[in-house]
């Protein structure tokens, strides 16, 4: 598609927001005073990590899936891979409107987010080393099965999780610069289509894992590069870029910052300290790159999206005990 196909009116956000508004009420946008002392820097937090499933991603579900039911009312269910948020989201949104929901996740995949999507009554088949393995026999089982294939990358998820950007945006309309991690994109995109929409100056940073950084290396490249998917941050694990959100990202977002697993595992023990929420690591990574250029960010209003905090109890231990997690 080109990234014509991804935009949307203000009249567009405000029905998606409204729709969404029925389930998942606003979230909060807080400045932390230990955090602002910490980084030198006047921070927004955007915390979706405050959504009933605990990330962003149930936004996009919500739109996606109602859209689907009113053209489609004798649906016979959905299929889709996720490491974990991007399927609860499916669930919920299923329960919410009666679909069934079937979710393919990678073998070793987090058993606490594996748990999550069965209580929210979805079938879960274990496939695969990683996400990009998943997807391919997600989409081989739509085609067997006769279910719908919902990808990871669509304009109704797009449009839903842009409506967390419009309420942060209205909450601090002033910010220079928000920051945000890139798993296949949409929480990004979503950032750079609001912010164009609202007429804004506002800076926004894409956030990738060193271990995971196709995005970085394909924004650098102009095209899509391929790349590795070695990180504990599991929202963040994918090698294989969408072309469509490489092209609105490239269009819209001033740089992407890389951050390493232990810059990644250190934001989740500050967010803890100074905020006392817990991130996952993908949840934490927007704030590990704030850190990573605090020197380049004083005077500066600066926020960043808490994404998500679904990470399983172990690793979670690990991280705020003072340790890195094992990718």
Request: glycine share 10%; with cysteine.
């Amino acid at each position: 598609m080109s990234i014509d196909a991804y935009r949307f009116t203000l009249a567009d956000l405000e029905a998606a927001h409204a729709r969404i508004g029925a389930h998942v009420p606003p979230t909060p946008a807080w400045r932390w005073p230990l955090l602002g002392l910490r980084l030198g820097v006047d921070v927004t937090v955007k915390h979706e990590n405050h959504t009933p499933v605990g990330a962003f991603k149930i936004r996009g579900g919500l739109v996606h899936l109602e859209r689907l039911k009113r053209e489609r009312p004798d649906l016979p269910g959905v299929i889709s891979a996720t490491r974990g948020n991007h399927g609860q989201s499916l669930a919920f949104a299923g329960r919410v409107h009666g679909v069934r929901v079937t979710i393919v996740v990678p073998h070793g995949n987090s058993v606490e987010k594996n748990a999550a999507m069965r209580a929210l009554g979805a079938e879960l088949i274990e496939h695969g080393a990683d996400f990009d393995d998943a997807r391919a026999e997600a989409a081989r089982l739509a085609q067997l099965r006769g279910l719908v294939f919902v990808p990871s990358f669509h304009p109704d998820l797009v449009l839903g999780v842009a409506t967390y950007a419009l309420e942060l945006f209205r909450a601090a309309p002033d910010l220079d610069r928000v920051y945000a991690p890139i798993g296949l994109g949409s929480g990004l995109c979503g950032l750079i289509l609001t912010r164009d929409l609202l007429g804004l100056k506002t800076r926004i940073v894409g956030v990738v894992a060193t271990g995971a950084d196709a995005y970085a290396r394909s924004f650098e490249a102009g095209r899509v590069v391929e790349g590795t998917a070695r990180t504990f941050a599991d929202g963040m694990a994918v090698r294989a870029p969408s072309a469509d959100a490489l092209a609105i990202i490239r269009a819209g977002a001033a740089h992407i910052v890389r951050v390493d697993d232990d810059e990644i595992a250190q934001a989740m023990r500050v967010l803890h300290e100074d905020a006392h929420n817990m991130a996952e690591g993908a949840g934490a990574a927007a704030l590990a790159a704030v850190m990573q250029e605090k020197a380049t960010l004083q005077g500066q209003r600066v926020g960043v999206i808490l994404s998500g905090a679904n990470i399983d109890r172990a690793m979670a231990a690990t991280a705020l005990a003072g340790g890195t997690p094992a990718a």
